[in-house]
């Protein structure tokens, strides 16, 4: 997931290993992708929009 955040342009990524299928993406502090709110896990498009609308905004 890291290689693929980068390659999209991505600020600095970190991965903060979590546990019981825990997968949030936050940027600049801000949580924009809860798989526990969602349901899954987010696709690469998803991710790609999330980081195009933060870098908008």
């Known amino acids: 997931m890291r290689d693929r ?3 999209l342009g991505a600020a ?3 991965l903060v ?9 936050t940027i600049d502090g801000r ?7 969602c349901g ?6 998803e991710i790609a929009d999330l980081l195009a ?3 908008s905004a």
Request: hydrophobic share 45%; net charge negative; charged share 25%.
């Open 17 to 25: 290993e979590g546990g019981g299928g825990i997968f949030d993406v």
């Open 40 to 45: 899954r896990f987010p696709d690469d498009t």
């Open 5 to 7: 955040l980068l390659a």
């Open 31 to 37: 949580l924009a992708w809860s798989k526990h709110a």
């Open 53 to 55: 609308a933060a870098d």
């Open 12 to 14: 600095p990524v970190t």
